[in-house]
């Protein structure tokens, strides 16, 4: 596996799993007790993208890892 493959599957990979880690932790302005007048009531009240992006990092590293452990005896 060159290099420029390595980052193109982990990009994927990243971005397949931020769909999965995105509504971690969100709480909506229902649960928050804070509805913005106009806005959608289960629209999320505040996001900590930072620390979504962070952990999406990090669950995307670790199916990197087990993706190249099974994809590499095929090689």
């Known amino acids: 596996m060159t290099i420029g ?12 799993t931020l769909f999965a880690v995105l509504p971690l932790g ?10 913005v007048p106009g806005t959608e009531p289960g629209a999320p009240a505040s996001t900590n993208i930072r620390k979504i992006v962070l952990v999406n990092s990090g669950v995307a ?15």
């Open 26 to 35: 969100v709480r909506s302005q229902i649960e928050a007790g804070e509805v």
């Open 61 to 75: 590293a670790l199916v990197f890892v087990i993706f190249t452990y099974l994809l590499l005896p095929l090689l």
């Open 5 to 16: 493959s390595a980052i193109a599957i982990y990009f994927v990979i990243w971005w397949t």
